[in-house]
């Protein structure tokens, strides 16, 4: 006859004589070591990711804010963090929604926002910044809710590419580079591929045999 227990995750010496099989793993390296310590995440509502900087130190990062580990020094957005790149200045260039593109120098704590401004043409096009790709040492290549925008570190200025540039839809939500360096734009309404040498978009739609024309985030 099984005896009746009540279930107690707390009670460690009753759970190892009632299953014997299950023992606790200690791996050879740390848990941390089995994420991906990419330069650009994507987010969605709630999840975490662990990253590790340039000078070695490892960051949790969710929805809205950074936190070192070693030491517990947070930045809070305030928005939603939607990816970020760490550039070479100690500085996390942040696409977020609705607050624009923000740098944020992680030694200092200085955070500049760079939001649309209709009285300046060079500034980014939208608030909803999806994704990044880093441009070389040059820029940033972002993926927004309006075109796909250049961000030069040299002159500080946005250049939009959208609709009127052969961009099949101005409602990007994702970014990748291939080996060649062109760009792959996921849209609301068609998949584009933008190759930087020839300034040129060739665009793909359900006539192409894509399954669906929307590739929402994530």
Do not use: M
């Amino acid at each position: 006859i099984t005896p009746e227990f009540k279930f107690d995750p707390l009670d460690t010496v009753g759970l190892k004589k009632l299953f014997p099989q299950f023992q606790q793993i200690r791996p050879a390296i740390p848990f941390y070591k089995f994420f991906d310590a990419s330069a650009r995440f994507t987010f969605n509502n709630g999840q975490f990711g662990l990253y590790k900087d340039k000078h070695q130190d490892y960051w949790a990062v969710n929805f809205n804010e950074f936190k070192r580990v070693k030491d517990g020094l947070t930045y809070n957005l305030g928005s939603h963090i939607n990816c970020f790149h760490e550039g070479d200045d100690s500085s996390f260039w942040i696409g977020t929604e609705g607050s624009g593109l923000v740098q944020l120098n992680y030694k200092t704590g200085l955070l500049k926002k760079y939001l649309p401004d209709e009285t300046n043409h060079h500034s980014i096009s939208s608030q909803y910044v999806e994704g990044i790709v880093p441009n070389e040492k040059q820029g940033l290549w972002l993926a927004t809710r309006f075109g796909l925008n250049h961000f030069d570190f040299h002159s500080g200025q946005f250049k939009l590419f959208s609709e009127e540039d052969g961009l099949c839809n101005n409602t990007i939500y994702t970014i990748e580079k291939d080996k060649e360096g062109k760009l792959w734009l996921g849209t609301s309404h068609g998949l584009s591929c933008y190759d930087p040498r020839s300034s040129d978009f060739t665009n793909y739609s359900k006539n192409n045999g894509l399954v669906n024309s929307e590739y929402n985030r994530n």
